[in-house]
């Protein structure tokens, strides 16, 4: 018989005193032996409040940020399976035992709650299911794999994923490192559709859209440069290689034509040019080869830890 697995849920929360004991009091139902720890961050309301009476274990996380709150939460809490969840009640905490059983079952180590909406009118605010589709479109042709809804605050993951997860974001792009830790790592994971619907009356959206959108196209160029140096680089060495070429072979033709350089300066940046091209391309094979080192590292660590425990016993 297979001993059951011990489970945490992490609600981050700021300002959530409308929403936080819904979330709570649902995931309790969901699933009645889950553990909800609301992680504070920095509130001015009641949140820790109404979250401790509903029955969360409140722990605090001073730097604001859910980036913050996730890389504290996963230091600190010990469990088989994790549940991520916003404390905004606009996921559906009942979709909770299908996407830990998919973990189970697998075994896999992430599950990606994909949102669909249970009402008619859109949960999503003016743009952000736009600028969700794109992204998840930029990253599935960046790093290889495709992906249904990458911004899904709503996750639940194996030991093995969180202890060998670095979360590195401090903000909102959380998601988006979560996301491509799991193409390049390439750990088992899965999607289930989870309900996705508007905040309650009182609760007020912390997202701010386009301060946020650039910041997780930021962390997609990073982590670009970061996880695929050799097309990243590569990318600049096309760059400067067509501006040098463009540049300098009008200044060649002329040589062959007449045997002389008249416009030296040109001909002197456009070599610049190429060399730069050069140079960033052999960056790039470089830092694929410190890449690969640091694979071997993440997997050796991933690898210390057990896979998840089997399915309930029927």
């Known amino acids: 018989m297979t001993s059951t697995p011990t489970i945490a849920a992490i609600v981050p929360c700021y300002n959530e005193e409308a929403a936080v004991a819904q979330v709570v009091c649902d995931l309790k139902r969901a699933v009645p032996d889950i553990t909800v720890y609301v992680y504070d961050n920095n509130s001015t309301d009641n949140t820790a409040a109404v979250a401790r009476e509903a029955g969360a274990i409140v722990r605090t996380e001073p730097r604001k940020g859910k980036g913050n709150v996730v890389r504290r939460a996963f230091a600190d809490v010990d469990a088989d399976i994790y549940l991520l969840i916003d ?3 606009t996921y559906d ?12 079952e697998g075994p896999l180590d992430h599950v990606l709650g994909v949102r669909r909406e249970t009402t008619g009118q859109s ?6 299911e736009t600028g969700n589709r794109l992204f998840n479109r930029l990253v599935g042709f960046l790093f290889g794999e495709t992906v249904t809804d990458m911004l899904s605050g709503y996750r639940v993951f194996s030991r093995r994923f969180v202890k060998s997860f670095p979360a590195l974001s401090r903000e909102f792009e959380i998601e988006t490192e979560l996301t491509v830790h799991t193409m390049r790592l390439r750990v088992p994971q899965t999607e289930v559709a989870v309900g996705f619907k508007d905040r309650p009356a009182g609760s ?8 946020d959108g650039f910041r997780i196209l930021r962390l997609i160029g990073l982590l670009l440069q970061h996880e695929r140096p050799v097309v990243f680089y590569g ?3 096309a ?9 300098g ?11 002389l350089v008249p416009r030296l300066p040109t001909a002197v940046l456009a070599s610049s040019l190429i060399l730069i091209a050069i140079l960033s391309f052999v960056v790039g094979l470089v830092l694929n080869g410190v890449l690969r080192a640091r694979e071997e590292a993440a997997r050796l660590e991933y690898l210390r830890w057990g896979a998840v425990r089997g399915p309930d016993p029927r």
Not at 93 to 104: D, V
Not at 123 to 128: F, K, M, S
């Open 87 to 89: 404390g905004d009640d």
């Open 93 to 104: 905490a009942g979709a909770a035992p299908a996407m830990i059983s998919a973990l189970r």
């Open 123 to 128: 949960a999503y605010r003016p743009g952000h």
């Open 204 to 211: 007020v959206s912390k997202l701010r859209t386009y301060h």
């Open 235 to 237: 990318l600049v060495s």
């Open 239 to 247: 760059l400067f290689t067509l501006l040098g070429l463009i540049l």
């Open 249 to 259: 072979i009008p200044v060649v033709v002329e040589f062959w034509r007449t045997g």
